[in-house]
């Protein structure tokens, strides 16, 4: 159990689930290893045994490996707003834009309200939750492993703890530089530079797709929006064309099933039939299964929306953001601006915490940043700017590739991260891989 507001000590409680799982050779080893794999607010309770996959192996030798969902999230006092489906659509930075979303964000606003856990649950909170953990533990340091969302974690805890980190890796790095608003709205040009450089790989393995799949995609998105389209007994939409780009943009093994859907819609030689597109798509999930994750995605967007709304940045006219995602969905139409739109953050009523940014105070070598230069979730330019504002205590490998998330994906940046993690040799400064 941990205190619910750091604040008043001896307050009401919320509990905090925690995973272990030993070092198995005793005799090497070195501490502890937490993970988190970002979000904000994804479960982690069991990320360090995942990590350790990626890797390669031999972490969990040298480690406790130690997971621990964050507060209000999944075993850990989950939190819920109550959010409608529709509101919950509307809390997430990467849902398509609707006409009703100033109010929907409003009311998801409203709701979380009603919940005074959600409104303690904060970056510095969880941060505060893991140092105590490191207390319960009876460790003077711990070392860390962070993914997207997770290394604002970890240099959040840097920052508030100083001396208390050992070795960090930060893979896909958030700009803990600026705003939650200003990072989130900065994906959209990479949501659209991303795009331009896996549409070049593609066209390069079959030209049948070119010579601008860029303008073919966005066409036929259009297309979709205008005609009825039927696949596999219910209409197209390019909600689900978008999301087939969103998976391919995020990771290169989606991005054939992505080239197969525009084949098999625009005709193109090769394309695969309807039946066999239907079946590399997977059926649709039962109704248990899908107001299982229904509920889950609720969850999730509860806790995302209270450690991300308590930003003090976030501007409250909704004339802002409909500015701004009008502007970016012209400039970068590929991801159609959506991650300058409303945001139930516009409206929240919760304390206001500003974001704790990272410090180049301390031990050298502290950090190995991991990042994809192509990466349209947590940009590069981005990435930069932490990397910058660590100053000495950081060197960063930067991969040529596309996509969220670097370890067990580029060999050269795993390699680093394993070299470092596990014996501490870092790169003498920053590499591209």
């Not at 964050?70 to 819920?80: D, I, K, N, Q, T």
């Not at 504002?389 to 596309?402: E, H, I, N, P, Q």
């Amino acid at each position: 159990m941990v205190p619910l507001d750091y604040a008043d000590p001896d307050g009401p409680t919320v509990s905090v689930r925690v995973s272990k799982v030993p070092a198995s050779d005793p005799a090497r080893r070195r501490g502890i290893l937490i993970t988190n794999p970002g979000g904000p607010g994804a479960p982690a309770l069991f990320n360090a045994v995942g990590v350790d996959g990626l890797i390669g192996g031999g972490l969990a030798q040298v480690y406790d490996l130690v997971g621990f969902d964050p507060r209000g999230v999944h075993a850990s006092s989950p939190l819920s707003c109550g959010l409608t489906a529709e509101q919950a659509r509307v809390a997430s930075v990467d849902a398509p834009v609707g006409p009703d979303d100033d109010d929907l964000a409003e009311q998801a606003a409203l709701a979380c309200a009603a919940h005074p856990e959600v409104l303690h649950t904060t970056m510095d909170g969880i941060a505060r939750d893991m140092d105590s953990l490191r207390k319960a533990l009876g460790e003077e340091t711990i070392s860390y492993y962070g993914t997207s969302g997770g290394t604002s974690l970890g240099t959040t805890y840097d920052a508030l703890f100083p001396g208390r980190l050992d070795r960090a890796v930060l893979d896909s790095v958030d700009d803990d530089t600026v705003s939650w608003q200003e990072a989130f709205r900065a994906s959209n040009a990479a949501i659209d530079a991303r795009f331009v450089q896996l549409a070049a790989r593609l066209v390069g393995q079959d030209p049948t797709l070119g010579p601008d799949l860029r303008a073919r995609y966005l066409a036929l998105r259009e297309r979709l929006d205008q005609d009825t389209v039927i696949f596999d007994g219910v209409r197209a939409t390019p909600q689900a064309l978008g999301a087939l780009a969103d998976q391919a943009l995020r990771s290169d093994a989606a991005a054939g099933l992505f080239a197969e859907a525009i084949r098999y819609l625009d005709g193109l030689p090769g394309a695969p039939t309807e039946a066999d597109l239907a079946a590399r798509l997977g059926p649709e999930p039962n109704p248990a299964a899908a107001t299982a994750a229904q509920a889950d995605a609720e969850r999730i967007a509860s806790a995302f929306l209270a450690i991300t709304c308590a930003d003090p940045s976030w501007s409250s006219d909704p004339a802002d953001y409909a500015l701004a995602q009008a502007r970016d969905a012209a400039a970068y139409p590929v991801s159609q601006g959506v991650r300058a739109s409303i945001s139930p953050c516009a409206f929240w009523a919760g304390p206001r915490i500003p974001r704790t940014p990272p410090t180049g105070q301390g031990r050298a070598g502290t950090f190995l940043l991991i990042q994809n230069r192509f990466d349209p979730a947590t940009p590069a330019a981005g990435a930069q700017h932490t990397r910058e504002a660590l100053g000495a205590r950081a060197v960063m490998v930067t991969t040529g590739r596309g996509g969220h998330g670097v370890l067990g994906v580029d060999a050269c940046a795993t390699a680093a991260a394993r070299a470092f993690l596990l014996d501490g040799r870092l790169p003498a400064h920053d590499i591209d891989c």
